[in-house]
T-cell receptor
Framework: SQQGEEDPQALSIQEGENATMNCSYK?????LQWYRQNSGRGLVHLIL?????REKHSGRLRVTLDTSKKSSSLLITASRAADTASYFC???????????FGTGTQLKVEL | GAVVSQHPSRVICKSGTSVKIECRSL??????MFWYRQFPKKSLMLMAT?????????EQGVEKDKFLINHASLTLSTLTVTSAHPEDSSFYIC????????????????FGDGTRLSIL
């Protein structure tokens, strides 16, 4: 079953704008991870945030985690056309180190 | 570092054929690899966890006799789709986690580029 639900399912913005994606999950977690997938390709790891962390930055990416609300957000600042991809959150709840993926957000950045 | 290679990238074959997909960790050892299936514009569904030197652990609803997994070395896991039928057509992706022992926790997974399987 899907642990995470992502919102919105699809997002279309102009280059230079910020993009925000949200992820909700159901069970307690060790960490939450964000991945990016270009069409027809594998996933690329973007950022991992541990359950005891609230915010993390990596370049133009900013991730927040609210364990009380069981939610996370991914912010991409100053978006570029090359950021066009699907973005997935994934939770690691322990128990074999398996990841459970969210439903994904399809981001389209237009010139 | 932490590169995972998956081969082949695309397979088109007739119904009834068995298809083998390879997943290799190129610059690290992976005692555990994971196999996922992804339908168009959908999320990844974990099929099984592949453990080096032991039997794979399959998720509920995944037929172990249909999807054979072998993890014979620390750098190679294979998924064989036996007697494939059109409903097996999908995008299959493997991943591996770097790190050993307790180092697995709070480590990302590294993904192959996926295999597009089309059964005619």
């Amino acid at each position: 079953s899907q642990q995470g639900e992502e919102d919105p399912q699809a997002l279309s913005i102009q280059e230079g704008e910020n993009a925000t994606m949200n992820c909700s999950y159901k069970t307690s977690i060790n960490n939450l991870q964000w991945y990016r997938q270009n069409s027809g390709r594998g996933l690329v790891h973007l950022i991992l945030i541990r359950s005891n962390e609230r915010e993390k930055h990596s370049g133009r990416l900013r991730v927040t985690l609210d364990t009380s609300k069981k939610s996370s957000s991914l912010l991409i600042t100053a978006s570029r056309a090359a950021d066009t991809a699907s973005y997935f959150c994934a939770t690691d709840s322990g128990g074999g180190n398996k990841l459970t993926f969210g439903t994904g957000t399809q981001l389209k950045v237009e010139l | 570092g932490a590169v995972v290679s998956q081969h082949p990238s695309r397979v088109i074959c007739k119904s009834g054929t068995s298809v083998k997909i390879e997943c290799r960790s190129l610059d690290f050892q992976a005692t555990t690899m994971f196999w996922y299936r992804q339908f168009p514009k959908k999320s990844l569904m974990l099929m099984a966890t592949s453990n080096e030197g032991s039997k794979a652990t399959y998720e509920q609803g995944v037929e172990k006799d249909k999807f054979l997994i072998n993890h014979a070395s620390l750098t190679l896991s294979t998924l064989t789709v036996t007697s494939a039928h059109p409903e097996d057509s999908s995008f299959y992706i493997c991943s591996a986690r770097s790190g050993t022992g307790g180092g697995y926790s709070n480590q990302p997974q590294h993904f192959g580029d996926g295999t597009r399987l089309s059964i005619l």
